[in-house]
């Protein structure tokens, strides 16, 4: 079992930057590959950034290019930085672990770790 928690949600202006913390609980971190999603109002969740154990990261389109996702395995965490932000971007953020099938984000398999996700509202 893994406990998370995201954290550095806020209101933000549009072009404007977040950066997002996860923190995971328990020993085997390291070994999992993570993965950022965003559920909007009336929108399905989905799945914007991943990073596999070994460090390789993949993008939803929607995202390419100003959102870069990393992980510090000495800390237990990984971390969305948000730039160029957008207001078709307000959602609330989760990460949670799983497993990648293939370098693509679409490879990527949650597990049923959720945490209780960070509010991200771009807005002028």
């Known amino acids: 079992q893994v406990q998370l928690v995201e954290s550095g949600g806020g209101l933000v202006q549009p072009g404007g930057s977040l950066r997002l913390s996860c923190a995971a609980s328990?020993?085997?971190?390291?070994?999992?590959?993570m993965g950022w999603y965003r559920q909007a109002p009336g929108k399905q969740r989905g799945v914007v950034a991943v990073?596999?154990?070994?460090?390789?990261?993949d993008y939803a389109d929607s995202v390419k290019g100003r959102f870069t996702i990393s992980r510090d395995n000495a800390k237990n965490t990984v971390l969305l930085q948000m730039n160029s932000l957008k207001p078709e971007d307000t959602a609330v953020y989760y990460c949670?672990?799983?497993?990648?099938?293939?370098?693509?984000?679409?490879?990527?398999?949650?597990?049923?770790?959720w945490g209780q996700g960070t509010q991200v509202t771009v807005s002028s």
């Open positions: 949670n672990a799983g497993r990648l099938y293939g370098s693509s984000w679409s490879s990527f398999r949650p597990y049923d770790y």
């Open positions: 328990g020993s085997r971190f390291r070994i999992y590959d």
């Open positions: 990073v596999s154990s070994g460090g390789s990261t």
